[in-house]
């Protein structure tokens, strides 16, 4: 034994694990859409997916949802084939329910199935809907499903507890841990009442009983809070399964991560740049975080804070900002999410009396918990002088004097009417009404002037209520240990009250930015076009950060357009474009409030992608971004980018594919026209230098002359048939509607085809009484004329053609019918598209004929469709809509 623990994988195991994987593969993929409560928008969520996955080709269904009557769900419900719902009998009435049965014969990729902790109507196969959806996925298909937390087994008695409302519908809890994807949909507690209140998830009259019961907005936060807690653990599972099955210890030290802690101080700096060399020796990656508390930083401080965060970026590092209270937590946490393997932190220094109880600890509560994670601490080179000084300063404030002048007036004026009622009221009394003022000023003011409303409060009390008044001295010891738990109480009250209002604030306005980033994603998903994007972009930058912008996109030729993407009230200079263009060349921000020609009026931001920068954004900036503010800007900006990239990507493969098509179509047209006019022009020349070389009997020169004819006939329809693709190809077809006897059609189409029909018997079935019909004669003409040309071409000599008119509910229907060998079922499909020709299709023809009466028909709004006969032979079905006033003209003529 050599001392190390033998980590090889062990058989059993491994096979388990891959028999267990053999098993998911075959089995349908479940991903659940998961929200706190109804009116979230999980169905909603569910079928914008859906309808994204449905464009990439996706063969999706919707086997049960319920819209509830929403109309932004009902129009995401359009397109997608609804499997009907099962009818069961239960007692007197009829309940219709998910046909699962229906959904398996089915079979499509992808199934919908709304409300997974459903119970299913009596006499279904399951009692509950997951178990229908656990059969579905056993049969190979995919499911996307909705559940709300408190349909899960373990949380029923919780949420009971919350709400008072006891949950029957429930699931087990494997369904939801063993599913492949959970999404959460998430609302904040207003957005969702304010949802309710618009009556967007309830009717107006449920809506109010709702949020009087149910709906309240602390039974919602907890509920929030529990789903988000829920899909956090899921999380944590997930990668303590991969760990597991991988086989893998954390931290994973496949290579080196470096991560360095910096703040506020000038000694971040020289910390930053010793990493940054640390880091090219060991060859390692490196991250920059900040940890951001709940104390407000002063002016000086947060500009040192800017400047160590910007010179992080120009060194290449990456930063990143997290809020926590708890500093050594927050860093331990982000190093063991992030993979990292060495921690670097500056001395602490005491900076203040407040932090001379914490900073001591900070070291060795950090190495106590990084656990395997190298720390490396970087002294200072500052005198000791400068310590001295440091260990001296006291607490920085960042109150303004009017919240001081504000909360000492308020304790003065409250200690005169104490004083007036003092006789009533006891000095006892006193103390709780001043302790109850520093408690309401902590909720609007900072720590400085809670600090002075709490020594003012105290003094006063002791001064004129606490026996004997008018001096400070205390006669009694029971008032000295009064006053002095009073002071600690008030000023711990207000400190601590103080600190989480300001956490809440950082926390909503961080939630702010998660979910303005996430509508951004969402409506930019769902929009198509570089204008459309823009406008998206701009609307939403305006939004959130109040700023005037816009956009210049990059052309096909890879140069910054100086066209202004949607927005006329920006106005650029000509010096102003040429930094857009040096920002695009360089993809670096440039402007005012940068390094880089910092002069003029905007500041201009690349928009960078995976492949390169897309183009410049242009911004007009009141005042500089904090660090949050430009974190949250690149953040949208990214997002942006993206999209943009995915927009010029998408044109890029739509040009391919056309240039693609077009090289296709080019070889195919060579090959066929070049045989198409080899023959008839080799007739032709054949028969005049026949004719040009000596002189014939006059029967010899007239069978030249038709062979001449009829080569010029043949070259002539060659040349319509592609001039009319031509026509079809540029949309140019407007048909001239005119009212015509399809009499005079039928005769025309015969007489034209005169030659190629002696073989064969036409026969026309038109109805005795056929009024006037509004079509374009020519056109119409010319798809009768290649229906029975194609007919006689595939049709045994001696067999019937026919060709037939009538009405059929309101459409003029015309029918070519012949006793031919009919198409493959396999090519059916295809039978309309340009230059097809039929693998046993006889040599001779373009592949043209039957792609312009499919064009020509569609310009009349109508349909063409080519099926086999029964006992043999082609059908082509041709139907053209009739206005209702010839309809009624028809029914007149009949009439008479």
């Not at 859409?33 to 009116?39: N, P, Q």
């Not at 499997?83 to 699962?100: C, F, N, S």
């Not at 919240?403 to 103390?431: M, P, R, W």
């Not at 006939?713 to 319509?720: D, F, G, P, S, V």
């Amino acid at each position: 034994m050599n001392g190390f623990e033998d980590i090889r994988p062990d058989p059993d195991e491994l096979l388990a694990s891959l028999m267990s994987e053999e098993v998911k593969s075959k089995r349908g993929k479940l991903k659940i859409f998961f929200g706190m409560c109804a009116g979230v928008g999980k169905t909603y969520t569910m079928l914008q997916t859906a309808q994204a996955e449905k464009l990439k080709g996706n063969d999706i269904i919707i086997g049960y949802i319920e819209t509830h009557n929403r109309k932004e769900t009902e129009e995401l419900v359009e397109g997608f084939e609804l499997i009907p719902r099962k009818t069961y009998a239960y007692k007197t009435a009829t309940i219709q329910d998910m046909d699962l049965d229906a959904i398996i014969a089915r079979k499509p990729q992808l199934v919908l199935v709304d409300e997974l902790a459903h119970t299913n109507a009596p006499g279904s196969r399951h009692a509950k809907r997951y178990l229908d959806v656990q059969e579905i996925l056993e049969n190979g298909i995919n499911v996307y499903t909705t559940l709300n937390v408190q349909h899960l087994e373990s949380r029923s008695e919780t949420v009971a507890q919350i709400t008072g409302i006891i949950i029957r519908e429930t699931l087990p809890d494997e369904i939801f841990e063993n599913s492949d994807e959970v999404e959460l949909v998430d609302l904040t507690p207003e957005e969702l009442l304010q949802r309710l209140s618009e009556g967007k998830v309830y009717t107006p009259e449920h809506s109010k009983e709702a949020m009087e019961n149910f709906f309240r907005k602390g039974n919602i936060t907890a509920l929030r809070e529990m789903a988000l807690r829920i899909v956090a653990d899921r999380v944590d599972k997930q990668l303590h399964d991969y760990m597991q099955y991988k086989r893998i210890r954390g931290p994973w030290k496949s290579g080196l991560h470096l991560l360095v802690a910096i703040d506020y101080n000038q000694q971040s700096t020289r910390l930053l740049r010793w990493a940054k060399n640390l880091s090219y020796s060991m060859g390692a990656q490196i991250q920059a975080l900040y940890v951001e508390t709940t104390r407000v930083l002063a002016t000086k401080e947060n500009e040192q804070l800017n400047r160590n965060i910007n010179l992080a970026k120009q060194l290449g590092i990456a930063v990143r900002i997290i809020t926590n209270n708890d500093i050594v937590k927050a860093i331990v946490d982000f190093a063991n999410k992030e993979n990292i393997t060495h921690i670097i932190i500056g001395k602490p220094r005491i900076r203040s009396l407040l932090t001379l109880f914490r900073l001591g600890n900070f070291v060795n509560r950090l190495i106590r918990y990084s656990g395997n994670i190298d720390v490396y601490i970087l002294g200072s080179d500052r005198q000791a002088k400068d310590k001295y000084e440091e260990r001296a300063s006291f607490l920085s404030f960042t109150s303004n004097i009017r919240q001081y002048f504000i909360a000492a007036l308020l304790v003065t004026i409250l200690s005169v009417l104490c004083f007036i009622f003092k006789e009533y009221i006891g000095y006892q009394t006193v103390s709780f009404t001043l302790l109850f003022l520093v408690s309401i000023l902590a909720l609007f003011y900072g720590t400085g002037p809670i600090l002075l409303a709490s020594t003012l409060s105290a003094l006063i009390w002791d001064y004129f209520f606490i026996p004997p008044p008018y001096t400070l001295h205390i006669g009694q010891t029971v008032d000295v240990f009064m006053l002095i738990m009073f002071f600690i109480i008030a000023l711990l009250n207000g400190i601590l009250t103080s600190r989480v209002r300001r956490q809440e604030k950082k926390i909503r306005i961080r939630e702010e930015r998660t979910n303005a980033l996430y509508q951004l994603t969402k409506e930019l998903s769902i929009t198509t076009g570089n204008n459309e994007v823009s406008k998206v972009a701009l609307g939403y930058i305006h939004k959130y950060f109040r700023l005037n912008c816009c956009i210049f996109l990059k052309n096909e030729f890879n140069q910054l357009e100086s066209v202004v993407q949607n927005n006329a009230e920006i106005r650029i200079s000509d010096n102003e474009m040429s930094v857009a263009n040096w920002v695009f060349k360089n993809s670096v921000k440039a402007g005012k409030y940068t390094d880089t020609l910092p002069s003029v009026d905007h500041t201009f931001y690349p928009l960078q992608g995976n492949s390169g920068t897309m183009g410049v954004v242009a911004v007009k900036h009141p005042a500089v971004f904090t660090h949050g503010e430009e974190q949250f800007w690149e953040a949208c900006l990214s997002q942006i980018s993206g999209k943009f990239e995915r927009e010029f990507l998408r044109d890029a493969a739509k040009k391919t594919y056309i240039i693609s098509e077009s090289e296709k179509l080019y070889k195919t047209l060579f090959n066929s026209i070049s045989h198409e006019l080899r023959i008839p022009v080799a007739t032709i020349l054949g028969a005049s230098d026949t004719l040009l070389a000596q002189e014939y009997h006059k029967d010899t020169r007239k069978k030249l002359y038709n062979e001449i004819n009829t080569a010029s006939i043949r070259l002539n329809r060659l040349i319509e048939n592609l001039l009319n693709m031509s026509r079809i190809e540029t949309g140019r077809i407007t048909p001239r509607m005119d009212w015509c006897d399809v009499h005079d059609l039928a005769n025309s189409v015969s007489e034209s085809l005169k030659n190629e029909l002696q073989p064969f018997t036409l026969a026309v079935n038109i109805p005795d009484i056929m009024p006037l019909v509004h079509i374009d004669f020519g056109l119409i003409e010319q798809v009768l004329h290649n229906l029975i040309l194609n007919a006689t071409q595939n049709s045994p000599s001696g067999s019937r053609i026919r060709l037939k008119f009538f009405f059929d509910n309101g459409s003029l229907t015309i029918q070519v019918m012949d006793r031919g060998i009919g198409f493959p079922v396999s090519e059916l499909p295809s039978v309309f598209n340009k230059f097809y020709r039929g693998k046993d299709a006889k040599a001779g023809g373009t592949g043209l004929g039957l792609s312009i009466v499919k064009g020509f028909v569609e310009a009349h709004k109508g349909t063409v469709i080519g099926e086999n006969r029964q006992n043999g032979g082609a059908l082509f079905t041709i139907k053209i809509p009739v206005e209702i006033s010839d309809i009624n003209s028809l029914k007149k003529q009949m009439v008479r």
